[in-house]
């Protein structure tokens, strides 16, 4: 983060915490510990989309907080998950990152998690890349994503196979990530499959170890039936069931 981005982003934590964001937390919480949390858990999962000038900003959050605080802020404010996806979005906006929907916030109780603290976890879930940016000042305009390829899948190192049904599949070796490749030689955060008229595009996201397709290094791909893919050290194989339509466009970007 810049300088001055996180010189306005902690700007902006103080007007938070001296406004009704404060009131949120009923006495429970610290809200300026709850701010910051939000804040490290946005910058540490946001991406470098390929052609954004932005950084991606994660659309799922959980916040863990202590059952008994879990039990007196959910009868206190019922709306506070709410109430914090609105406040994510302002985040988001002054952090100079994009949103691809309104964040979802889920409100966990954790035993791990000391009394009157806080603890939040943040990915980006399920945002296809049809879907238009949203910001704190204007509303978004979605539209639904095509249906994946039929019965696509991806084959680990020729002996897990997994479906691919979601419009994004995150990749890597972080246990949040939808398909977990527990290597030392993928990076926590790997790559990305995102649906794109009806085509599944693979994204690497700046990881260590590189993404490659049929032995060429990738920064973006569509994949098609048979492709090869090598995350780093860890093979896999791109199937889906034909008939496969003839393309001549596998490679948008590569590196």
């Known amino acids: 983060m810049s300088q001055n981005r996180l010189s306005r982003l902690e700007a902006h934590i103080e007007r938070l915490v001296e406004g009704s964001f404060a009131r949120l937390f009923a006495g ?7 701010a910051i949390q939000l804040a490290h858990a946005m910058e540490d999962n946001a ?23 879990f039990a007196a802020l959910t009868q206190a ?13 302002d985040l988001a906006a002054r952090s100079e ?16 998690v000391p009394r009157h603290t806080v603890r939040v976890a943040a990915q980006i879930a399920s945002a296809p890349v049809s879907t238009a940016i949203i910001d704190a000042d204007a509303g978004a305009h979605t ?3 095509a249906a994946p390829p039929p ?5 680990i190192e020729g002996e897990r196979a997994i479906p691919l049904t979601q419009p994004t599949v995150n990749i890597g070796r972080r246990l949040d990530n939808h398909i977990v490749i527990d290597d030392l030689r993928i990076s926590r955060r790997h790559a990305q499959l995102r649906l794109r008229q009806g085509r599944y595009v693979l994204f690497d996201l700046g990881s260590s170890g590189g993404t490659a397709v049929n032995g060429q290094a990738v920064q973006e791909c569509i994949l098609r039936r048979g492709d090869r893919i ?12 034909p008939p496969d339509t003839p393309r001549h466009d596998t490679q948008l970007h590569t590196g």
Request: no cysteine.
């Open 28 to 34: 429970r919480l610290e809200p300026r510990q709850v």
């Open 47 to 69: 991406y470098a989309a390929p052609g954004q000038k932005r950084p991606i900003a994660p659309d799922a959050y959980t916040v863990f907080i202590h059952p008994e605080d």
């Open 77 to 89: 404010q019922p709306d506070l998950a709410a109430a914090l996806g609105t406040h994510l979005v």
């Open 97 to 112: 990152m994009t949103l691809t929907r309104f964040p979802s916030v889920t409100l966990s109780p954790s035993v791990s």
């Open 143 to 145: 539209s639904q994503p």
């Open 151 to 155: 019965n696509a899948r991806l084959i």
């Open 230 to 241: 090598a995350f780093g050290g860890v093979f896999a194989v791109y199937q889906e069931d």
